[in-house]
C-alpha cells in the first residue's frame, strides 16, 4: 500500500507534489478514481486530489446500485441504457465480491403503470442488450412466493428481472488501490483553491492546500482534469486573464436523491422489490443490502449550500415511508423502525426540464481555458467516462499515444477463482473470502493477516469483519473518524445511532493504529457523532 496512505506518512507529500505531472485530477470520487486508473495503466504520471475525503459526495451515497438503468428506456435513453448494461456485466466479471447480482420483483397491479405488455418488452431489450434471454413474468401465486410481503391488493402477479449492487465507497477504494499499484497518487484532504495558469490564459496547475497540515502547494501539470461532479461549476466559473472562464455559465442541476435503512429483520426481503410510487408514478425500490434493507429513492432539486453536507427533509421521509406502507401494509413499518438516513447529490446536467426525473443522466465533458471537465453520467459507467476523458485529453498531450481500447478493470486477479486461494479462508464467515478479495484484491491476504484474535468475527447486523477496521485505520488514509465509519466501512448507516455501541472496541483497534492520542479520538467522536445526529438521523 502508498506510504502517505499510513499513519504518519503524509509527511512525504511535500517531495510528491514537488514533481510537475502530466495530469492532475481534481475530486476523489467514483469518476476521479477511474480516471487515475485508467491514465495510471497507460503511462501517464497522474496525481488526484480530494478536499474532503474519497468518495464523501455522491459516490458513497448512491442507491448502491450497478444497473442498466431499466427505467432510462422509458425516455428513450437506448444508448445510456445498452452502454449501462454492457458494463453493468462487465463488473459482475471483472469485479466479482464487489459487485454481485441483485434480482428484482415487480408487481403486476390492476390499473397501475407500467402495465405487464409494456413491461417486459423493456425486460426483452434489456436481455438483449446484456446478450442473455430468461422468463420474467410469474403469475400470483408464484409471485407471492418470490415477494411474499408485498400488498396483495389488486395484485395479478409480477415481473422478476436481475440488476446488481455494490458497496460504492469501496468502489472507489478498490479503484484507487489499484491505480496506485500502478503507480498513480490520490491524495484526500488536499483542496484546490485555485488554478495557476500560463500568460496566455490555459490552465497548468493548481494551487493546492492540505487540509491537515495547512501546507500550501503549487503543483504544475500538463493538463488539470475536475471530476468534482455537482461541484464541477465551481472551477469551471474561475476567472481567468484571458476572460473565457469568466463568462461560463453554470451548467449543472443538483439533484437529490435520498434513502432510508432499515434493519433487515424488520423489512426481510429475499430480492429486491421495485415500485411506481403510489403519489407520483415514480421508480422506488428497497433490496437487501450489507445486512440491512436500503429503501429509496428521491429525486429533487438541491438548493442547498455545496459545501455543506446533504440530508434527508422531512418531506423525504414521508414520501419514502408512504412508498412502504403502500408496498408493505401488513408489516406496520413506522419510522422508529429506520436506522439511519442518507441524502447523495447527482450531477445531473441541466437541460431545462421542469420534473427533475426527466433529466438524462449522461456524462458530459468541456475543454474550457484549459480546464477538462468531467461530469454527469452514472456509477455504472464509470470506465467508458474515464475512457472519454483521457480521449479528449490526448489532445493536449501530443506526445502520449494509446489506443484508449477498454481493459478489465480490475483484472482477472478479482475473480473468485482467487478467492479460493486465500489463507485463513476456513477461519473466514461464509462468502468473506470472495467480498475480501473483491474489496480489496491482492492486498486481502495482508488484511487476513493483520487481524488480531476475534477480528475474522462479523460485526453484529452487518456483514463486515473486524479486521477491516484495522486495516483501513493502518493503510487507507483515515484522517477523521467519519472516514472510517461512514465510508472505509459502512457502519454508520448500518448500525443504529451509527454504531455508537461499538465505538469502545472501535477504539480499541484503532486508535493505535491511527496513532491518535486519547484527546484527539475524544474529539473526533464527538465531531462524529454530531455528524450522524444532524446528516445521517430522521429529522424532526
Same mark, same amino acid.
Given at each position: 500500500?502508498?506510504?502517505?496512505?499510513?499513519?504518519?506518512?503524509?509527511?512525504?507529500?511535500?517531495?510528491?507534489?514537488?514533481?510537475?505531472?502530466?495530469?492532475?485530477?481534481?475530486?476523489?470520487?467514483?469518476?476521479?478514481?477511474?480516471?487515475?486508473?485508467?491514465?495510471?495503466?497507460?503511462?501517464?504520471?497522474?496525481?488526484?486530489?480530494?478536499?474532503?475525503?474519497?468518495?464523501?459526495?455522491?459516490?458513497?451515497?448512491?442507491?448502491?446500485?450497478?444497473?442498466?438503468?431499466?427505467?432510462?428506456?422509458?425516455?428513450?435513453?437506448?444508448?445510456?441504457?445498452?452502454?449501462?448494461?454492457?458494463?453493468?456485466?462487465?463488473?459482475?466479471?471483472?469485479?466479482?465480491?464487489?459487485?454481485?447480482?441483485?434480482?428484482?420483483?415487480?408487481?403486476?397491479?390492476?390499473?397501475?403503470?407500467?402495465?405487464?405488455?409494456?413491461?417486459?418488452?423493456?425486460?426483452?431489450?434489456?436481455?438483449?442488450?446484456?446478450?442473455?434471454?430468461?422468463?420474467?413474468?410469474?403469475?400470483?401465486?408464484?409471485?407471492?412466493?418470490?415477494?411474499?410481503?408485498?400488498?396483495?391488493?389488486?395484485?395479478?402477479?409480477?415481473?422478476?428481472?436481475?440488476?446488481?449492487?455494490?458497496?460504492?465507497?469501496?468502489?472507489?477504494?478498490?479503484?484507487?488501490?489499484?491505480?496506485?499499484?500502478?503507480?498513480?497518487?490520490?491524495?484526500?484532504?488536499?483542496?484546490?483553491?485555485?488554478?495557476?495558469?500560463?500568460?496566455?490564459?490555459?490552465?497548468?496547475?493548481?494551487?493546492?492546500?492540505?487540509?491537515?497540515?495547512?501546507?500550501?502547494?503549487?503543483?504544475?501539470?500538463?493538463?488539470?482534469?475536475?471530476?468534482?461532479?455537482?461541484?464541477?461549476?465551481?472551477?469551471?466559473?474561475?476567472?481567468?486573464?484571458?476572460?473565457?472562464?469568466?463568462?461560463?455559465?453554470?451548467?449543472?442541476?443538483?439533484?437529490?436523491?435520498?434513502?432510508?435503512?432499515?434493519?433487515?429483520?424488520?423489512?426481510?426481503?429475499?430480492?429486491?422489490?421495485?415500485?411506481?410510487?403510489?403519489?407520483?408514478?415514480?421508480?422506488?425500490?428497497?433490496?437487501?443490502?450489507?445486512?440491512?434493507?436500503?429503501?429509496?429513492?428521491?429525486?429533487?432539486?438541491?438548493?442547498?449550500?455545496?459545501?455543506?453536507?446533504?440530508?434527508?427533509?422531512?418531506?423525504?421521509?414521508?414520501?419514502?415511508?408512504?412508498?412502504?406502507?403502500?408496498?408493505?401494509?401488513?408489516?406496520?413499518?413506522?419510522?422508529?423502525?429506520?436506522?439511519?438516513?442518507?441524502?447523495?447529490?447527482?450531477?445531473?446536467?441541466?437541460?431545462?426540464?421542469?420534473?427533475?426525473?426527466?433529466?438524462?443522466?449522461?456524462?458530459?465533458?468541456?475543454?474550457?481555458?484549459?480546464?477538462?471537465?468531467?461530469?454527469?453520467?452514472?456509477?455504472?459507467?464509470?470506465?467508458?467516462?474515464?475512457?472519454?476523458?483521457?480521449?479528449?485529453?490526448?489532445?493536449?498531450?501530443?506526445?502520449?499515444?494509446?489506443?484508449?481500447?477498454? $481493459?478489465?478493470?480490475? @483484472? %482477472?486477479? *478479482?475473480?473468485?477463482?482467487? =478467492?479460493?486461494?486465500? !489463507?485463513?479462508?476456513?477461519? /473466514?464467515? #461464509?462468502?468473506?473470502?470472495?467480498?475480501? $478479495?473483491?474489496?480489496? @484484491? %491482492?492486498? *486481502?491476504?495482508?488484511?487476513? =493477516?493483520?487481524?488480531? !484474535?476475534?477480528?475474522?468475527? /462479523?460485526? #453484529?447486523?452487518?456483514?463486515?469483519?473486524?479486521?477491516?477496521?484495522?486495516? %483501513?485505520?493502518?493503510?487507507?488514509?483515515?484522517?477523521?473518524?467519519?472516514?472510517?465509519?461512514?465510508?472505509?466501512?459502512?457502519?454508520?448507516?448500518?448500525?443504529?445511532?451509527?454504531?455508537?455501541?461499538?465505538?469502545?472496541?472501535?477504539?480499541?483497534?484503532?486508535?493505535?493504529?491511527?496513532?491518535?492520542?486519547?484527546?484527539?479520538?475524544?474529539?473526533?467522536?464527538?465531531?462524529?457523532?454530531?455528524?450522524?445526529?444532524?446528516?445521517?438521523?430522521?429529522?424532526?
Amino acid at each position: 500500500m502508498t506510504a502517505h496512505w499510513r499513519n504518519g506518512g503524509r509527511s512525504a507529500l511535500t517531495d510528491l507534489l514537488a514533481r510537475e505531472w502530466d495530469v492532475i485530477v481534481i475530486g476523489g470520487g467514483i469518476t476521479g478514481a477511474g480516471i487515475l486508473l485508467e491514465a495510471s495503466r497507460r503511462g501517464l504520471t497522474v496525481l488526484l486530489v480530494e478536499q474532503r475525503d474519497f468518495a464523501w459526495g455522491t459516490s458513497s451515497r448512491s442507491s448502491k446500485l450497478v444497473h442498466g438503468g431499466l427505467r432510462y428506456l422509458k425516455e428513450g435513453q437506448f444508448a445510456l441504457t445498452r452502454e449501462s448494461v454492457q458494463e453493468r456485466q462487465h463488473l459482475l466479471q471483472h469485479a466479482a465480491g464487489l459487485v454481485e447480482p441483485q434480482s428484482f420483483a415487480f408487481g403486476d397491479y390492476e390499473g397501475r403503470k407500467p402495465g405487464k405488455r409494456m413491461f417486459l418488452l423493456g425486460l426483452a431489450i434489456y436481455d438483449r442488450m446484456a446478450g442473455q434471454k430468461g422468463r420474467h413474468y410469474f403469475g400470483l401465486n408464484e409471485f407471492g412466493a418470490l415477494a411474499p410481503n408485498v400488498s396483495t391488493v389488486g395484485l395479478k402477479g409480477g415481473m422478476v428481472y436481475t440488476d446488481a449492487k455494490t458497496d460504492d465507497a469501496r468502489l472507489v477504494m478498490r479503484v484507487l488501490q489499484e491505480a496506485q499499484q500502478l503507480g498513480g497518487v490520490a491524495v484526500n484532504y488536499m483542496a484546490a483553491e485555485s488554478l495557476l495558469r500560463v500568460d496566455g490564459g490555459g490552465v497548468r496547475g493548481v494551487r493546492l492546500r492540505d487540509g491537515v497540515s495547512g501546507a500550501v502547494h503549487k503543483v504544475r501539470a500538463k493538463l488539470v482534469i475536475s471530476a468534482t461532479g455537482a461541484w464541477a461549476d465551481g472551477l469551471r466559473t474561475q476567472g481567468s486573464s484571458s476572460g473565457k472562464a469568466a463568462a461560463a455559465k453554470p451548467r449543472l442541476r443538483p439533484l437529490r436523491g435520498s434513502h432510508l435503512v432499515l434493519p433487515a429483520w424488520r423489512l426481510p426481503l429475499a430480492q429486491a422489490i421495485s415500485l411506481m410510487h403510489p403519489l407520483d408514478g415514480r421508480p422506488v425500490f428497497a433490496f437487501p443490502w450489507e445486512g440491512v434493507t436500503l429503501v429509496g429513492t428521491t429525486d429533487v432539486d438541491h438548493k442547498d449550500d455545496l459545501s455543506r453536507e446533504a440530508a434527508i427533509t422531512r418531506a423525504e421521509v414521508d414520501y419514502l415511508m408512504a412508498a412502504v406502507h403502500d408496498q408493505f401494509p401488513q408489516l406496520g413499518l413506522q419510522e422508529r423502525d429506520v436506522i439511519a438516513s442518507y441524502a447523495g447529490v447527482r450531477p445531473v446536467i441541466d437541460s431545462g426540464k421542469a420534473d427533475p426525473s426527466k433529466e438524462g443522466r449522461d456524462h458530459a465533458l468541456w475543454l474550457e481555458d484549459g480546464l477538462l471537465t468531467v461530469t454527469g453520467g452514472k456509477l455504472t459507467t464509470f470506465r467508458v467516462i474515464a475512457l472519454d476523458a483521457l480521449k479528449l485529453a490526448a489532445t493536449l498531450l501530443p506526445e502520449w499515444r494509446d489506443k484508449l481500447e477498454p $481493459q478489465p478493470v480490475f @483484472g %482477472a486477479a *478479482a475473480g473468485a477463482t482467487a =478467492a479460493r486461494g486465500l !489463507p485463513y479462508q476456513r477461519h /473466514l464467515p #461464509a462468502g468473506q473470502a470472495r467480498r475480501l $478479495q473483491g474489496r480489496y @484484491g %491482492a492486498l *486481502a491476504q495482508e488484511l487476513i =493477516a493483520a487481524a488480531q !484474535p476475534g477480528e475474522l468475527a /462479523l460485526i #453484529a447486523g452487518t456483514e463486515t469483519i473486524w479486521a477491516q477496521l484495522r486495516w %483501513a485505520a493502518r493503510c487507507e488514509s483515515v484522517q477523521k473518524l467519519e472516514d472510517l465509519m461512514l465510508r472505509r466501512s459502512r457502519l454508520g448507516i448500518q448500525l443504529r445511532g451509527g454504531g455508537v455501541d461499538i465505538l469502545g472496541r472501535i477504539r480499541a483497534i484503532c486508535q493505535p493504529e491511527l496513532g491518535w492520542s486519547d484527546e484527539r479520538w475524544d474529539a473526533e467522536q464527538a465531531a462524529y457523532l454530531a455528524l450522524w445526529n444532524t446528516h445521517y438521523s430522521l429529522p424532526a
